[in-house]
């Protein structure tokens, strides 16, 4: 298990956070080994719960930052970079993975003859599945943390 004192700061700050919320996902939090820089950074995989996919959710704490991905093709930023980057990114960020993981914003990644286009999210409190467009030639694939979603849409004929 990994020592939550040896995390940095930020990380640690950060940890507290979502190890209150979910403190099953300590088993999956290691030093992120894909840092260089800040060796003290934070790295949690959480397998997916539907398939036990290991490209389940990531969230890591590098660089005075949060980033959140899913699968292969997703991620999103919060703080000092990121998109997200309000005055309480730890708390933005904790919504986002909230939101996330009871089905309230779900993935949308978009391919063209299996070559990845562009990943985006979808708050389903504010948008609906029948909104997203998908372009000839074009298939995109719905992801969501339990699988409700789940789904690949194609073009509608005439488009």
């Known amino acids: ?56 959710l990531f969230i890591t704490t590098s660089e005075w930052e949060i980033s959140v991905g899913f699968g292969e093709n997703f991620h999103t930023r919060f703080g000092t970079s990121g998109e997200n980057s309000g005055e309480d990114f730890y708390g933005d960020a904790m919504k986002f993975i909230s939101d996330f993981v009871e089905e309230r914003m779900i993935v949308a990644i978009a391919y063209q003859e299996n070559e990845w286009l562009g990943s985006w999210k979808i708050d389903l409190e504010k948008e609906t599945l029948d909104e997203v ?15 409700t979603y789940d789904r690949e849409l194609y073009p509608t004929e005439g488009t």
């Open 1 to 56: 298990m990994i020592d939550l004192d040896r995390l940095n700061d930020h990380s640690r700050q950060f940890a507290t956070r979502v190890f209150r919320r979910w403190p099953e996902w300590v088993q999956h939090a290691r030093f992120d080994p894909y840092e260089d820089f800040e060796k003290e950074a934070l790295l949690i995989e959480v397998p997916r719960p539907v398939d036990g996919s290991t490209h389940g």
């Open 133 to 147: 467009e998908v372009g000839p030639g074009e298939m995109v694939k719905i992801r969501s943390w339990l699988g």
